[in-house]
């Protein structure tokens, strides 16, 4: 898999290795990262099914976080996530500012 942040990489299965829940998001990363690497369109549903049916948002929201910063179509992954994960426009903010909207997370502005 290409991976472009090989030390950050290796720093989470090493600080995951002995934490299942962790693990559970490093393997659904892992093959997500190897389905980006074997196909030229993804549907980020299709991926996540195929990866991680049984993750919870916060998982979900990790893995996104572990391809945005360590594979190569990490970006392209990012924005497509975003829209994907946006209520009202919050997607659109984040591709611009680049962040990765975590669906377990609950963000509260005043206005």
């Known amino acids: 898999?290409?991976?472009?942040?090989?030390?950050?990489?290796?720093?989470?299965?090493?600080?995951?290795?002995?934490?299942?829940?962790g693990m559970d998001i490093i393997e659904a990363t892992k093959n997500a990262m190897k389905i980006l690497d074997n196909e030229d369109e993804f549907d980020i549903d299709d991926v996540m099914n195929r990866v991680g049916g049984q993750l919870s948002g916060?998982?979900?929201?990790?893995?996104?976080?572990?391809?945005?910063?360590?594979?190569?179509r990490g970006e392209e992954w990012r924005k497509a996530w975003n829209l994907r994960e946006q209520i009202g426009n919050e997607g659109e903010r984040y591709n611009r500012e680049g962040g990765v909207i975590n669906p377990a997370i609950m963000n509260i502005e005043r206005k």
């Open 1 to 21: 898999m290409p991976i472009i942040n090989q030390e950050l990489w290796d720093q989470g299965v090493e600080l995951n290795s002995e934490d299942e829940y």
């Open 58 to 72: 916060f998982q979900a929201g990790i893995v996104s976080v572990g391809i945005t910063e360590c594979h190569s």
